[in-house]
Each structure stands twice: as structure tokens, then as C-alpha cells.
């Protein structure tokens, strides 16, 4: 099902969703913490990195990224404006080049930059592989790219709600997406908020760039990187196919909302484990 693995319903969503997002919704499911612990993986060992953060939103990841990174050679692109309007209102990210573009067809050159990133951005491509590919391209040899995403629940009613909401993968997916694409050394960690139990609540999944050039992997049916389908909905008929995705899919994520905070504040008042005493 998955009503907001489309760029339009995912577009409006976010229309909506950045009024709160970096207050009240981010919070719950993607903390510093866990982004800090994923981008060790990229290897961000030199302030002269030219850097892209795609599916960058309001500039979570490229939070992280700027302790490492001159501001000045990262550049974070998004398909929403709403999202980036919240970016570029935050003084630390001045520096940081923002614009409105597609991940599964990226605008900059072949071979540009030495790092990829992408946080909480795969669950809404519509084609995961393409966008994977594009990172691929626009790396330069021995580049690596670093996607941060949101792991298939294994309970009945999380990963029901997932399929509504949007795209969960499996580790083997996101694995098999990135060997595709022509990534080599493929490595990746598993991480969580403090109110799941379980580790495997996200991935963070790096790969290196071999060799210059785009990437080996070509959509089966037409043989050719080609720019990814328009999603627009002009007909009525495709518009109200619009609005129900739309309206359903919003539900099933509005969901995982209370379950958050109700285990939150259940971790919150949970014993913690006495620590040791030194011996």
C-alpha cells in the first residue's frame, strides 16, 4: 500500500508537517544521538569535503555533518520548500547551499562530491533504487554514501501501519539496493530512540564508489537512466486517488505518534539497572 511513498502526497504532507516537525515530531524518532552514532560511517575526516545532504528537510543530518565539514561545501537539497524555508532560517546552516530538487534526479555533475548522505528521506521514493543509483553518480571515486532510514517493524500493528504509511525496507533490501547500484564495502549499523527496545529500528547503510562514472545499474524496462516519471495528478479521477492516499496514509503515520509518547514516558519511569560499583 504504502500511501506516501509518492513525491506529491509526501509533498503535502511535509506542506503540513513542518510547522512541528523539528519540535514535536523529530524528536521521537530521530535523535541526535542516533544520527551521530550513523554518520560516523561516513568518515567525515576532513573539513575541505564537498558534501550533498539529499531529502535534507529542515537540516537535521546536516546538523551533524557541519561538526565535521565546512559549512561552505555542503549543499542540502529537498522537494519540499516548506521544509527548506525552516533550513534556512537557522543561523548555524547559513553557509549551507539549500534547493529544491528531486533525489531520484539530482542536479549536480557526474563525480562531484566526496560524501552522500540522506536521512529519513528513502521511506518516500517512490523507485529506492534509482535514487540509490543517482547517489552513485554524483559521487566522486572512493566517495561514500550514507543512507539513514526506518527498518520494517516486526510487531503486527507497527509494521501494518508502516505498509500504510510508507516504505519500511528490510536490511537485505537496502543491502541488495546498494550492490546494485555498484557500491563496494557495503557496511551498516542498526540504532534507535530511547523508547524502543529492540536495536533494529533504523539502519545506517554506507558504501564506497570504486571507480568514476555513473552507475552500472540501469532501470530494467527502458535500459537507460532516464529522469523518473511525473507524479502529478490532473485528472479527477487521479486526484481523488491523490486525496486518499493522501488523508489514509497521514492516519496510519499520525498513528505511531501516540505510540511514541506513551512508551517514552513508560521509559522515562522504568528502573534503570543499578551500575556497578568499582571493584
Known sequence: MRFLQH???????????????????????????????????????????????????SGFATEGVI????????????????????????????????????????????DQFDRYVSSGSIEYWPDPQRAIAESYRILKPEGRALNMGPIKPNHWLGGFLAEVFMLFPTKDEYVKWYQDAGFVDVEYIYTKPNWIQKEDYAIGIVGRKPKAGPSPWVPPADNVMEKPPAEKHSSSQSFLLFFFRFVVGSIAGAAFMPIAIIKTILSMLSPRPAKESAR
Not at 516537525?21 to 569535503?49: E, S
Not at 565539514?69 to 521544509?83: A, F
Open 67 to 110: 561538526k565535521f565539514v565546512d559549512p561552505k561545501n555542503i549543499s542540502g537539497l529537498d522537494q519540499s520548500d516548506y521544509q527548506l524555508a525552516n533550513a534556512k532560517k537557522k543561523a548555524h546552516l547559513k553557509e549551507v547551499s539549500f534547493q529544491q530538487g528531486d533525489a531520484e534526479n539530482l542536479p549536480w555533475e557526474t
Open 7 to 57: 513525491k506529491e502526497e509526501a509533498y503535502w504532507f511535509y506542506r503540513y508537517l513542518s510547522i512541528i516537525y523539528d519540535k514535536f515530531i523529530n524528536p521521537f524518532f530521530h535523535t541526535p544521538a542516533m544520527r551521530d552514532k550513523m554518520l560516523v560511517l561516513l568518515k567525515l575526516d576532513r573539513k575541505d569535503l564537498k558534501v550533498c545532504d539529499v531529502g535534507c528537510g
